[in-house]
């Protein structure tokens, strides 16, 4: 891998959200980590796409849900890049829309070991690298979080939208902690956006079917989520930290 050009990683690289800030970001320089749990095929076609338009990504498989997946992240991206320099926290996960009471123990402990756990997981570790108290040069993480945090997720997956409350206040106490040392962390709020997420709650076109409950009428692209999360993650917002940006239409 080139020496010169910056290093991002994207958890949950593959596919949707997390495939758009992949492509958006090589486009911009970033030499790219596209990190996945299970579709391989996915990944590279991202890391392919991009190659083809003359960027440079590899495909990183690991379960951020785990330890394991979380070591074997660590150690190919150090192994491949020996930096980095900017870490987007995307991985996410939801379930079927389900009321709480209906909802199980191993649901809930997945939920939350992906989601929550997951992120603050490789922040810490992306905090080991980056930070000038740990000989790093400083850098920038941007956790994906989701209106759910703030409105609730009532009677399809208060557990998912809890997952997100974390990840807010994560953003705020770690931008702080963080601060004098090189090191900026923001979060996006997505609303509705129309990727495959919507499969896994058993409502494949929730995304289109919500429109009409959007001040904007519309659900939202990854693309436009991604470009939020490049501005963030990039120099223009050299003075940014601890923020919440909502990308929702208005919602
Ligand atoms: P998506 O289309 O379902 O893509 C999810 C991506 O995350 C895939 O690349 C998937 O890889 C990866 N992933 C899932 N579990 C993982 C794990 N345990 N470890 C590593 N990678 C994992 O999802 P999306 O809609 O782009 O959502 C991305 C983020 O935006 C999530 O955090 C989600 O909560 C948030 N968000 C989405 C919406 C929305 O409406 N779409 C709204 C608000 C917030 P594999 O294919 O290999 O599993």
């Known amino acids: 891998m080139s020496a010169g050009n910056p290093v991002l990683l994207v958890t949950g690289g593959s596919r949707g959200i997390g495939a758009s800030v992949c492509r958006l970001a090589a486009s911009e320089g970033w030499q790219v980590a596209v990190n996945y749990a299970s579709n391989a095929d996915a990944a590279e076609a991202v890391v392919s796409e991009i190659r083809a ?8 498989e690991g379960d951020v849900g785990t330890e394991l997946g979380l070591a074997a992240i660590f150690s190919a991206l150090d192994a491949t890049f020996g930096r980095l ?50 000989g790093g040069k400083g850098g920038s993480i941007v956790n994906v979080s989701s209106m759910a945090a703030v409105i609730g997720g009532a009677g399809q997956y208060v557990d998912y939208a809890a997952t997100k ?6 953003t705020v106490g770690l931008a702080r902690e963080v601060a004098a040392e090189g090191i ?38 990854a693309d436009e989520v991604a470009k939020a999360i490049l501005y963030l993650i990039s120099d223009a917002a050299s003075y940014v930290t601890g923020a919440v940006l909502n990308v929702s239409g208005g919602r």
Do not use: K, W, Y
Not at 90 to 118: C, H, K, P, W, Y
Not at 165 to 170: Q, R, V
Not at 187 to 215: F, K, L
């Open 53 to 60: 338009n003359g960027g440079s990504a590899v495909a990183i």
């Open 85 to 134: 320099d900017g870490m987007v926290n995307n991985a996410g996960i939801t379930g079927l829309l389900q009321r709480l009471d209906e909802i199980s123990v191993e649901r809930l402990e997945r939920m939350f070991a992906v989601n929550a756990i997951g992120s603050i997981r490789c922040a810490q570790e992306a905090v080991r690298r980056m930070s000038t108290r740990h």
């Open 165 to 170: 409350g974390a990840i807010e206040s994560f």
């Open 184 to 221: 900026r962390v923001n979060a996006v709020r997505p609303g509705i956006i129309d990727t495959d997420i919507h499969i896994a709650s058993g409502t494949p076109d929730r995304a289109r079917e919500m429109a009409s409950s959007i001040p904007m009428q519309r659900p939202g692209t």
